[in-house]
C-alpha cells in the first residue's frame, strides 16, 4: 500500500511528491518533454493519481504511441504524496504543478483536471498563462463563494457524501474498504464493466494505507479541510477561469449531467453555468449520463473527456 508506486518522486516543500507517468508505453525519463505536449492530469479532493488510467489509455488509443505523455501526481496529502508535512491548499498545489512541468523540462503543459483538480487547473492557469498551453476542466473550476464562517467539514460532506465521510472510518482489511463502496450509487455503472470495475478497485486500494492491523484512507484530513476553505471561500480562486480567458489561455468545461450520488441533478447544469458568467470563449460541453465519477471513469464520459483534450492538444501550436 498504496497499489502502485510513482515512477517519479519530485522534490518540493515539505517533502517528496509522487508523479504517476500514465502514458503507454511507461518509464520515460525526464526533461524529454520539448518536442511533443505533456498532459499533467489533476485529481479531486479526495482522490489519487490513478482515478486517470482509462482517460490516458483512451488518449494514447486516440493519438498513437508517443504523441504526448500523460503525467498524474498525487497531490499532496493523499496516496503517494501523503507524507509531505505541508504546506497545504490551492496554493501549494499550483506551485507543485509549475514544479513538475520544470522537473519534466516542459515550457507548455495541458492541464486536465477533474473536480477540484479543475479549480487546481484553473487558478494555476490563470497565475501561469505562459506555462500552460490549455486547460481542460471536468465537473469542476466554477463556483459560487460561501460565507466566510461555514463550517468546512460539513460544507464538504454535504457536497461530496461517502468520499468524506470514509477519511474518519477504519476497515478490517481492503476487502471492506472496496465493499463499502459497493453500494454508492454512482459506482453501479462503473462496476458492471470489467474494464471500469478493474480501473476503479486499482484506484480505490490505491487510497488505502495500513494503520495497525487495519486499513484507512490516505488522505490527510488537514489537507482536505485547507483545499476545501480554497474552494469554497476563495475569491481567486472563484475568478481563475475568467481571468484565465482573459489571458489568452484556451479552456474547456466539460459538466456531468448527474451528480455525486447519481442523482439527476449534477453539480452544474445550464442555468447554473449561466448564473456562474461563464465566460463566451470557454467551450461547454454537457456529457449527458455521465454522473461525477463515470465523466472519467466510464466509456461515455472517457470518450468525451479524451476528445476534448485531443481538440486542445492538436489546435494549438507546440
Avoid at 500523460?70 to 504543478?97: F, M, N, Q, Y
Avoid at 462496476?191 to 478497485?201: C, E, F, S, Y
Wanted: proline share 7%; with cysteine; net charge negative.
Amino acid at each position: 500500500m498504496p497499489e502502485v508506486e510513482p515512477q517519479y518522486r519530485i522534490d518540493r516543500p515539505g517533502g517528496s511528491l509522487g508523479v504517476h507517468d500514465l502514458t503507454l508505453p511507461q518509464g520515460e525519463p525526464r526533461g524529454s518533454e520539448q518536442d511533443r505536449p505533456l498532459v499533467l492530469a489533476l485529481r479531486g479532493i479526495t482522490a489519487n493519481a490513478l482515478s486517470w488510467r482509462m482517460v490516458a489509455d483512451a488518449l494514447g488509443d486516440r493519438l498513437g504511441p508517443g504523441s504526448a505523455r500523460v503525467l498524474a501526481p498525487d497531490l499532496r496529502g493523499r496516496a503517494c504524496s501523503r507524507d509531505i508535512t505541508g504546506p497545504w491548499g490551492l496554493d501549494a498545489h499550483v506551485a507543485d504543478v509549475i514544479g513538475v512541468a520544470d522537473a519534466f523540462g516542459a515550457r507548455e503543459v495541458v492541464l486536465l483536471g477533474h473536480s477540484m483538480g479543475a479549480f487546481v487547473a484553473a487558478l494555476t492557469a490563470a497565475r501561469h498563462p505562459d506555462r500552460v498551453r490549455a486547460a481542460v476542466l471536468v465537473d469542476g473550476g466554477l463556483s459560487l463563494p460561501v460565507p466566510a464562517k461555514t463550517d468546512i467539514d460539513a460544507a464538504l460532506t454535504a457536497v461530496i457524501g461517502p468520499a468524506m465521510q470514509r477519511l474518519s472510518m477504519r476497515f478490517a482489511d481492503e476487502q471492506a474498504y472496496l465493499a463499502f463502496w459497493e453500494p454508492h450509487p454512482a459506482m453501479k455503472g462503473i462496476l458492471a464493466d470489467p474494464v471500469g470495475a478493474a480501473t476503479l478497485h486499482r484506484y480505490l486500494r490505491h487510497d488505502l494505507v495500513q494503520d495497525g492491523p487495519e486499513v484507512v484512507s490516505s488522505c490527510i484530513l488537514d489537507a482536505v479541510r485547507a483545499d476545501g476553505r480554497d474552494l469554497l471561500a476563495s475569491p481567486e480562486v472563484h475568478a481563475a477561469v475568467g481571468a484565465t480567458v482573459a489571458a489568452g489561455v484556451p479552456v474547456e468545461l466539460l459538466w456531468a449531467q448527474r451528480g455525486l450520488m447519481d442523482e439527476p441533478q449534477g453539480l452544474y447544469d445550464e442555468q447554473r453555468l449561466a448564473a456562474l458568467g461563464v465566460p463566451e470563449q470557454v467551450r461547454v460541453t454537457g456529457v449527458s449520463g455521465a454522473n461525477h465519477y463515470s465523466v472519467i471513469l466510464a466509456p461515455d464520459g472517457v470518450e468525451a473527456v479524451t476528445a476534448a483534450v485531443q481538440r486542445q492538444l492538436v489546435s494549438q501550436p507546440a
